[in-house]
């Protein structure tokens, strides 16, 4: 069955700490899609980065890195040096080929507080 | 337009009373979704739509839940006799229609059922 764990409830730090977002997906499939999304407290989901299951090379992006690996199913996301404006709630979801629907399936966020 | 739009932005009814919620994806875009989120809580799928027909309305919690999309454009939530359950920020969002597409939302109606 699909399905998407983000584990992390909520996870404080203090500006410029490093912090990794854990996501492990569940999936049947051999072709599927990974995606990360921020939520910031205005509501709007934000999309930040989607990746193949054939392509495992790590992305990073600015301040942002994600690591993938099949072998443990899971999709990392890294923000390095946080800062205040990346207090958020972040989404790992989810897109299965074999479905035919395309939907998405989130995990269930975590929350991400960066103080000041 | 430029992004997905929802309207309204809020709304708050009464128990037993119906309510629509109105999506107008980003132009182009094929595919069309609906999703929940109670407070503080994930994203619950209810239904996506390809064009005007909804191959996968499996989220729907119950029958009193309806939805429908016009001219492969604009759709329409419809909450009947609604419940404080309810409750929540329901969401819209559209993509190209392939399965290596992100989904772009909107910024959600809050419904609040008292």
């Known amino acids: 069955a699909q399905k998407v764990t983000q584990a992390q409830t909520e996870i404080s730090v203090v500006e410029k700490e490093d912090v990794t977002l854990d996501c492990v997906y569940e999936?049947?499939?051999?072709?599927?899609?990974l995606f990360w999304y921020k939520q910031p407290p205005s509501g709007e989901l934000v999309f930040l980065i989607r990746?193949?299951?054939?392509?495992?090379q790590n992305e990073i992006s600015g301040r942002y890195s994600w690591n993938f690996q099949k072998s443990t199913s899971s999709f990392n996301f890294t923000i390095t040096a946080s800062q205040v404006v990346d207090s958020a709630v972040y989404f790992c979801?989810?897109?299965?080929?074999?479905?035919?629907?395309?939907?998405?399936?989130f995990g269930t966020g975590t929350r991400l507080k960066v103080l000041a | 337009g430029a992004g997905v739009s929802q309207s309204p932005s809020n709304k708050v009814t009464e128990k037993g009373k119906d309510v629509e919620l109105r999506c107008d994806p980003i132009?182009?875009?094929?595919?069309l979704y609906w999703y929940r989120q109670s407070l503080g809580q994930g994203l619950e799928f209810l239904i996506y739509?390809?064009?005007?027909?909804?191959?996968?309305k499996s989220g729907l919690p119950s029958d009193r839940f309806s939805a429908e999309r016009t001219g492969g454009s604009v759709s329409t939530l419809t909450i009947q006799r609604t419940q404080q359950e309810d409750s929540a920020v329901y969401l819209c969002?559209?993509?190209?229609?392939?399965?290596?597409?992100?989904?772009?939302f909107g910024q959600g109606t809050r419904l609040t059922v008292v």
């Open positions: 969002a559209s993509s190209l229609g392939t399965v290596n597409t992100e989904a772009f």
């Open positions: 999936t049947r499939d051999t072709t599927y899609y």
């Open positions: 990746r193949n299951s054939f392509d495992e």
């Open positions: 979801a989810l897109s299965e080929a074999w479905s035919g629907t395309y939907k998405y399936i």
């Open positions: 132009s182009g875009h094929t595919a």
């Open positions: 739509f390809q064009g005007n027909s909804a191959p996968d």
